[in-house]
């Protein structure tokens, strides 16, 4: 059976739509990231048109990351307040990094460039990530040590406040300060910046591991509502229909993923999310230096 | 009940091929007696792909290299293409170009007709983009339009040989030829041109609607006309299904 998308104008099979919707929304409960960055590519390697997939993908983590985070809010492992501190600086760190995008793209700097720093900044974290967690396997499984080296800077910032569901007492600063860099990196970037703003919590605040799952995903709700909003009133290329089903199979994955995060050790979950991140570095080193790039391409006038 | 109207349209064409005395606008081709089965083809959600049959009379008298030609052409709207070069971007726009073009003909077209016979006869699919006055006598014109049409192909909007043709006696053909799955609704053109050792001799235009209906024609309508609406619509949606899934999960 086949369906219509009313905005992407293809027929596509619906329960093959839910299959995408699940595995990405297994991935969002597990590490608490989006999944843009494998869902937009799935659904334009299914055939739908790139800008349609790129607006509609906000639209289906909006539910899954509700479906998601509800899981972890039951258990008390959502810092609201942390979060909205990082929403806060996320949001104009992004409307920042829209303006500087357009400035660069003025300026004629080519994409590839763009690329290549991506792949150096995916590589070094999801690197760092993985020997850090392979490390912490080998002697308890916990997360990293709280009065680390990296994390000295950040005790004599003022403006102190206390994150009671992270077991922290830091600035505001660093919170605001790192939503705002990873805001300003995801717009230039065109991705969500979860999974750069997952391992930010863990390593550079400190945040306990299963914490920055429900408080990123919590995050990434109110993000996607904006993205979603902005795209659909702006472009008009959210496909309401392809969303629905995504959303359908989306958020039984996020509710599996959740529990299936429970199981596992938290240096598990980190190791896990860092071959995630190493493996979206390869995907664009394949794409930047192997995969044959199309010399023309077409755009409809309407 | 399809298929009574469809034999009566052929009857209809068999009746008034004799009479086939007029020009079709704008050309000095006489007009070919044709009809489709149906002009209009209504999309919902659960559509998933059409045919559209066209019946043509063959002018007589009929020899060995008499045949037709069918084509889909429609919605007409500019497109621009660019060109990724090592010293940056280059661009063409052409003002007006199908966004479908699907065209099949008989064997013994294909064999007897050159390729400036159907550029004339306007089932050539390159020469169907017109670009601006200004890039008309560009150099790499044709290699823009080549791209172009290998890229609709990709696209599955423009195919060519993938209709399938049937004889009858007294010179009656029927065409079927298949509406691609990601055609946009709109007005097309179907086009059927009839040909005798190499030339034109007769061509048909009928015109074809692709509408858009039920929750389809809703959602599209509310996306394109009604922004905001369709921003909060999709929140909610959004919301909604996650808070659905989320009370179902604690259930």
């Known amino acids: ?302 | 009940m399809k298929r009574i109207a469809i034999a009566v349209l052929a009857a209809c064409i068999c009746s008034v091929s004799t009479a086939s005395a007029q020009r079709v606008e704008g050309t000095e081709r006489p007009i070919l007696a044709a009809g489709i089965a149906e002009e209009v083809i209504n999309v919902e959600v659960n559509y998933s792909d059409s045919r559209v049959i066209v019946f043509a009379a063959i002018p007589q008298p009929e020899n060995a290299t008499s045949g037709i030609a069918v084509a889909l052409v429609g919605p007409v709207v500019p497109h621009r293409m660019i060109r990724r070069s090592p010293l940056g971007e280059e661009r063409i726009e052409f003002v007006a170009a199908p966004q479908v073009f699907a065209v099949g003909a008989e064997p013994v077209v294909t064999a007897s007709v050159s390729p400036d016979t159907m550029i004339q006869a306007g089932l050539n699919a390159q020469a169907s983009a017109l670009p601006r006055l200004d890039q008309l006598l560009s150099p790499e014109l044709g290699a823009w339009r080549e791209a172009f049409v290998g890229l609709k192909m990709d696209e599955g909007l423009y195919t060519f040989g993938e209709a399938t043709f049937r004889r009858f006696e007294g010179g009656l053909r029927r065409a079927t030829i298949g509406l691609p799955l990601n055609a946009p609704p709109g007005e097309y053109t179907v086009r059927a041109v009839a040909f005798r050792d190499g030339r034109v001799v007769g061509e048909s235009r009928q015109r074809l609607t692709l509408a858009r209906t039920g929750l389809e024609a809703t959602l599209f309508d509310l996306a394109r006309q009604h922004g905001l609406i369709y921003g909060f619509v999709a929140v909610l949606l959004g919301i909604a299904v996650g808070g659905i899934a989320a009370w179902l999960g604690r259930k």
């Open chain 1, 1 to 302: 059976m086949l369906i219509h998308l009313p905005i992407a104008q293809v027929a596509v099979d619906p329960l093959i739509l839910v299959a995408i919707g699940m595995v990405v929304g297994f991935l969002s409960g597990l590490f608490g990231v989006g999944g843009g960055f494998l869902l937009t590519p799935l659904l334009i390697f299914y055939g739908i048109p790139a800008a349609v997939a790129v607006s509609t993908q906000a639209n289906q983590i909006l539910a899954t990351s509700i479906a998601g985070v509800s899981a972890h809010w039951r258990e008390r492992q959502v810092d609201t307040r942390l979060g909205t501190l990082m929403l806060m600086g996320g949001l104009a760190g992004s409307t920042l990094g829209v303006g500087i995008f357009s400035l660069l793209k003025a300026f004629g700097v080519v994409d590839g460039t763009i690329a290549f720093l991506y792949i150096v900044f995916l590589g070094v974290i999801g690197g760092l990530m993985a020997w850090e967690s392979v490390n912490a396997l080998r002697k308890a499984g916990g997360d990293p040590g709280r009065r680390t080296r990296l994390r000295a800077w950040m005790r004599g910032l003022p403006m102190k406040r206390r994150f009671p569901r992270s077991g922290l007492y830091i600035s505001i600063i660093p919170p605001i300060g790192i939503g705002f860099f990873v805001g300003m990196l995801a717009a230039i970037l065109g991705v969500g910046g979860g999974f750069i703003l997952a391992p930010a919590m863990v390593y550079l605040l400190g945040v306990p591991t299963r914490v920055m799952v429900g408080t990123s995903l919590f995050q990434i709700i109110f993000l996607t509502a904006y993205v979603t909003f902005l795209q659909a009133t702006l472009n008009g290329t959210v496909d309401l229909v392809l969303a629905a089903v995504l959303m359908v199979g989306g958020v039984v994955g996020a509710r599996y993923g959740a529990i299936a995060g429970r199981r596992l050790k938290a240096a598990q979950v980190r190791l896990l999310l860092a071959l995630l991140v190493l493996a979206i570095a390869g995907r664009l080193v394949y794409e930047l230096f192997v995969a044959p790039r199309p010399e023309y391409r077409l755009e409809e006038m309407l």
